[in-house]
């Protein structure tokens, strides 16, 4: 049985960098589609980013270009590499795994503000 946990989110000024990890424990999630979702108050959990387990990847429009999914295998972690954040970009961050299209589990968060 998987268990994810987020990490790495933090206070940072518009235009910052941030990157979180997902590190993984109780099996590999080398073959796991990985996602990165993020929800602010108010709104839907978004998809932002995803990474296949040939590391094909694939992002939401609003952030393309700044924002970076990868994942190390043999650290068991997947990274979300956010830079140029916004306010907008203000949300908790989560990861998830799925085998076969189906959830299998989600971390629990990890918080992310970019204020002055």
């Known amino acids: 049985q998987v268990q994810l946990v987020e990490s790495g989110g933090g206070l940072v000024q518009p235009g910052g960098s941030l990157r979180l990890s997902c590190a993984a424990s109780?099996?590999?999630?080398?073959?796991?589609?990985m996602n990165w979702y993020r929800q602010a108050p108010g709104t839907r959990r978004e998809l932002v980013a995803h990474i296949t387990a040939g590391s094909i990847t694939n992002y939401v429009d609003s952030v393309k270009g700044r924002f970076t999914i990868s994942r190390d295998n043999a650290k068991n972690t997947v990274y979300l590499q956010m830079n140029s954040l916004k306010p907008e970009d203000t949300a908790v961050y989560y990861c998830?795994?799925?085998?076969?299209?189906?959830?299998?589990?989600w971390g629990q968060g990890t918080q992310v503000t970019v204020s002055t």
């Open positions: 998830n795994a799925i085998d076969a299209g189906i959830v299998i589990a």
């Open positions: 109780g099996s590999s999630i080398s073959i796991y589609r």
